[in-house]
């Protein structure tokens, strides 16, 4: 079985540009989760989608991130404009609908000088 | 705030068994108790999850009292592979299955 899958797996900009990622979850996984991980901390999350709908992302900087699930399969986390304060690995997960087992990816390393 | 307050770390040597203890006072009826383990450069991996008494599967055994207020993670014979993060983690239907992620409890192990 084909595990979660992002890209790209590592990505350096300047402040003030803009960067996107991507995910495909497991086939069959309703829940998307993406998180944000920094240096020596837990992983944040960012936005939860169930489906194409999104269940909560009171923790997603509005101002500057945006996430998008149109076909409720693969989804893209967008980052307009960038500070120097996003530099984290952001990891997506995929669960089964109503299960607390999250398969995570291996993330992308984003550096903004 | 993390629902869950656990050691920042432990060492340990290889062979030995390697019980880390989770704090969840404030753990839901419905919550449901999830351990993972992170290695450097790569995503989470689930291990083990209970509800209550006690879960072993191939890796790990969970140990939670019936108060439910706290929970071990036991790792038997441990081997240097063994040395990373792991997180403990409580959620369920009540939060929308959200996993509120604290510091971890970085686990190293020596030769």
């Known amino acids: 079985e084909a595990g979660v899958a992002q890209s790209p797996r590592y990505k350096i900009i300047e402040k003030r540009q803009s960067v996107a990622f991507w995910c495909n979850p497991i086939?069959?996984?309703?829940?998307l989760y993406w998180y944000q991980q920094i240096l020596g901390q837990g992983p944040k999350l960012l936005i939860q989608?169930?489906?194409?709908?999104?269940?909560?992302d009171s923790q997603l900087p509005k101002d500057r991130f945006s996430a998008e699930r149109l076909k409720g399969v693969d989804s893209t986390l967008k980052i307009q404009p960038a500070k120097l304060e996003d530099s984290a690995v952001y990891l997506c997960?995929?669960?089964?609908?109503?299960?607390?087992?999250?398969?995570f990816g291996p993330g992308t390393r984003l550096t903004v000088l | 705030l993390a629902k869950t307050t656990q050691p920042i770390s432990m060492d340990s040597y290889e062979g030995q068994e390697v019980n880390i203890t989770c704090s969840h006072n404030?753990?839901?009826?419905?919550?449901?108790i999830t351990w993972y383990q992170q290695f450097p450069s790569q995503g989470p991996r689930f291990i083990i999850q209970?509800?209550?008494?006690?879960v072993t599967n191939e890796v790990a055994s969970l140990f939670i009292p019936a108060d439910r207020k706290s929970s071990t993670l036991s790792l038997p014979r441990v081997s240097l592979s063994d040395t990373a993060v792991y997180y403990c983690l409580v959620a369920g239907a009540d939060s929308n299955y959200q996993l509120i992620w604290g510091a971890g409890t970085k686990l190293i192990i020596k030769p």
């Open positions: 997960a995929s669960s089964l609908f109503g299960r607390n087992e999250q398969f």
């Open positions: 086939s069959g996984h309703a829940t």
């Open positions: 209970g509800y209550k008494t006690k």
């Open positions: 989608f169930q489906n194409n709908g999104v269940v909560d």
């Open positions: 404030n753990i839901a009826t419905n919550d449901y």
